[in-house]
């Protein structure tokens, strides 16, 4: 099983101040990987497939990079409504999911 | 609107059996793949099963397979998990999804709870 790890468990930002993300796989996944934000009682929300194309209706401040084993995911100035928990997810070889970001107000 | 609906969770002792829901509109459910992810309390995600278009394809997580039975009915629009002899670790959020690779759209989650 490909193993997802995601670094720091909890980032602490200022809105505004750019947020970065990162999961490492345990090998390499190629450009397999996508991001999930989750908020308290929502649904997990699609923000990047392919390591970096944005899914629909995702705003231009979310980005995604990288390939092989080692991705991030950027928010270039985090608005109140992006503070919630990141997920990234291979799906190169089955499926499998970081433990997740917490993304906290400073 | 594409929407994802799940329902049937609730409290299960352990041994017991519950079937889950989800009721998929706006959009073409038979054309798709459908899986089921959970939620421990504190716990990350974890894929469980996917079902192919025609429900002829099945897969499972080794810690579900032999317990768990994914189905769908097109004719109604829905998918459903069939959850047998059911373990207090298997308490979690359940959400049901829509894709092969990435998952897009999500339902919102039916909360299980497996305790005496």
């Known amino acids: 099983e490909i193993v997802m790890t995601q670094s720091p468990a909890t980032l602490s930002v200022s809105p505004g101040e750019r947020a970065t993300l990162s999961c490492r796989a345990s090998q390499s996944v190629s450009s397999n990987l996508a991001w999930y934000q989750r908020k308290p009682g929502q649904a997990p929300r699609l923000l990047i497939y392919g390591a970096s194309t944005r899914a629909n209706g995702i705003p231009a401040r979310f980005s995604g990079s990288g390939s092989g084993t080692e991705f991030t995911l950027t928010i270039s100035s985090p608005q109140s409504e992006d503070f919630a928990v990141y997920y990234c997810?291979?799906?190169?070889?089955?499926?499998?999911f970081g433990q997740g970001t917490k993304l906290e107000i400073k | 609107e594409v929407q994802l609906v799940e329902s049937g969770g609730g409290l299960v002792q352990p041994g017991g059996s519950l079937r889950l829901s989800c009721a998929a509109s706006g959009f073409s459910f038979r054309s798709s793949w459908m899986q089921w992810v959970r939620q421990a309390p504190g716990k990350g995600l974890v894929w469980l099963s996917r079902?192919?278009?025609?429900?002829?394809?099945?897969d499972y997580a080794d810690s579900v397979k032999g317990r768990f039975t994914i189905s769908r009915d097109n004719a109604k629009n829905t998918l459903y998990l069939q959850m047998n002899t059911l373990r207090a670790e298997d308490t979690a959020v359940y959400f049901c999804a829509v894709g092969t690779n990435w998952f897009d759209p999500w339902g919102q989650g039916s909360l299980v709870t497996v305790s005496s």
């Open positions: 079902i192919n278009t025609d429900g002829s394809n099945t």
């Open positions: 997810q291979q799906y190169n070889d089955w499926y499998t």
